[in-house]
């Protein structure tokens, strides 16, 4: 596969969707603000490193799993959001 035409994958408990966006509520010592986190191919499609986004709720936390290789089991990198701080899950089916 060609790495310049390669776009990233957004998945929703190991389906595909067309994008995820969560509005949660982050807190600070200082203040809390609502966030909204959208994950979405054209937020990634430039960044070549990671192959899929993997959204799933589990127990007590929103995981957000972000893959080089999913196949390889390749993690970049994992988000935690936990569930009482969610007010919205959006999921735009392909």
Partial sequence: MDDSKKETSIK????????????????TSSASTIEKLDVSTTKYERDLSIETINVQ??????????????????????EL?????????MVRDI
């Fill in 57 to 78: 709720i589990v127990a007590e936390y929103v995981t957000i799993t972000y893959y080089k290789d999913e196949d390889a089991n390749k993690i970049i990198n994992r």
């Fill in 12 to 27: 929703f408990h190991g389906i595909q969707v067309k994008n995820v966006i969560i509005t949660h509520l982050r807190r």
């Fill in 81 to 89: 959001i936990p569930t009482h701080s969610i007010e919205h899950i």
